[in-house]
């Protein structure tokens, strides 16, 4: 199963890709976490030891040169389009039962483009993941698609979008759906988060009608608490029972 999940800042994406990984090893399966937002917290809610000490792929200057040939930010100059990655996984990887997750971060500074050492050696690095590594993989993906290129994008058995049951929200959803279908992924699902009626549920039908939604996800007054204390949100007895059930939905719909 490998499933990037995509949706606007703080629709909660983060959280339902730390849910998938932990409802996937709760059945005993190893998965391979992949933070590839620009502003990485996955290592958090997966309580991973001190990380506020992982520095992402994307900022490891020596790494890129290395791979590259390139000095990070050194826009203007020859550098590989297509280094060897293959041996980064098992360097760089960090471990938190039998999850095991790269933060590759993003490009931040600006006029970096697609055309920077640094953004090279994610998408190379996540191209060659999806392509050689047969095991369970949940990428937290920004709202853009950037880092799955066309062909690379067809090894992605589901596209979920993350989506509030708010205007903007919807809007942005329907987006990344357009641009999903340009880059050829051939599943794309929805899930709602923070739902508190039936009233948002049919308002994110109405609003998205591209997605089929998988499941929505009511609000949980626990989470803040438990991010605080930095507790394990799979240990909250509604996120788990409905982790599990988003799981078995997505087996159907991705033959996964």
């Known amino acids: 199963m490998k499933i990037a999940v995509?949706?606007?800042?703080?629709?909660?994406?983060?959280?339902?890709?730390?849910?998938?990984?932990?409802?996937?090893?709760?059945?005993?399966?190893?998965?391979?976490?992949?933070?590839?937002?620009?502003?990485?917290?996955?290592?958090?809610?997966?309580?991973?030891?001190?990380?506020e000490k992982i520095t992402p792929l994307a900022e490891m200057e020596d790494l890129i040169r290395e791979k590259t040939g390139a000095r990070k930010g050194s826009y203007g100059t020859y550098f590989k389009i297509n280094p060897e990655v293959s041996d980064?996984?098992?360097?760089?990887?960090?471990?938190?039962?039998?999850?095991?997750?790269?933060?590759?971060?993003?490009?931040?500074?600006?006029?970096?483009?697609?055309?920077?050492?640094?953004?090279?050696?994610?998408?190379?690095?996540?191209?060659?993941?999806?392509?050689?590594?047969?095991?369970?993989?949940?990428?937290?993906?920004?709202?853009?698609?950037?880092h799955l290129g066309r062909g690379v994008a067809e090894k992605v058995d589901l596209l979920l979008v993350v989506v509030q049951a708010s205007r903007v929200g919807c809007l942005t959803a329907s987006?990344?759906?357009?641009?999903?279908?340009?880059?050829?992924?051939?599943?794309?699902?929805?899930?709602?988060?923070?739902?508190?009626?039936?009233?948002?549920?049919?308002?994110?039908?109405?609003?998205?009608?591209?997605?089929?939604?998988?499941?929505?996800?009511?609000?949980?007054s626990e989470i803040k608490d438990y991010e605080r204390e930095g507790k394990d949100l799979f240990d909250i007895l509604s996120l788990r029972e409905n982790a599990n059930k988003l799981v078995e939905r997505i087996r159907e719909v991705s033959h996964a």
Do not use: W
């Not at 949940?138 to 950037?146: F, K, P, S």
């Not at 049919?202 to 996800?217: G, I, M, S, T």
């Open 6 to 51: 995509s949706g606007k800042g703080g629709a909660g994406k983060t959280t339902v890709s730390a849910l998938l990984c932990r409802a996937l090893e709760s059945e005993g399966r190893e998965v391979l976490g992949i933070d590839a937002d620009s502003n990485p917290n996955l290592a958090y809610v997966l309580r991973l030891p001190q990380p």
């Open 88 to 146: 980064i996984p098992e360097r760089f990887q960090y471990r938190s039962g039998n999850i095991r997750l790269l933060v590759m971060g993003a490009t931040k500074q600006g006029g970096g483009g697609c055309a920077c050492p640094e953004f090279v050696l994610v998408k190379s690095l996540i191209g060659h993941l999806l392509l050689n590594r047969n095991q369970d993989m949940i990428i937290d993906m920004e709202a853009g698609l950037e």
């Open 175 to 220: 987006r990344i759906h357009k641009l999903a279908k340009e880059i050829h992924i051939r599943n794309i699902c929805g899930v709602g988060n923070m739902i508190a009626s039936e009233e948002d549920e049919e308002y994110l039908r109405n609003q998205v009608r591209e997605l089929e939604f998988l499941a929505h996800l009511p609000i949980c």
